[in-house]
């Protein structure tokens, strides 16, 4: 079962949570590592592209406008309004 301070890439509590634009959480390693993978040719350092889709919702994210540092406190905040 899915935990709401859980990452759901990694399913770990949010280490370093981001935020993406469309207001999705993912620790700062997962959107690492997928910004890589959908950014990055295979094999180089050589971007091939500044977007990728959200793995929650598909919705583009722009490298360079994601990964929105969130503090905890902020975290805690979203989620206690979404359950109210």
């Known amino acids: 079962m899915l935990r709401v301070y859980e990452d759901h890439i990694c399913m770990e509590t949010f280490d370093s949570p981001r ?3 469309c207001q999705h959480n993912l620790c ?16 180089s350092h050589v971007m091939k592209k500044t977007d990728f889709p959200c793995p929650s919702c598909r919705h583009d994210c722009k490298l360079g406008k994601v990964g929105e540092a969130i503090t905890e406190d902020k975290l805690f905040a979203r989620f206690q309004k979404i359950g109210s």
């Open 19 to 21: 935020i993406l634009p």
């Open 28 to 43: 700062k390693r997962c959107l690492r590592t997928l910004a890589w993978k959908h950014c990055v040719l295979s094999g």
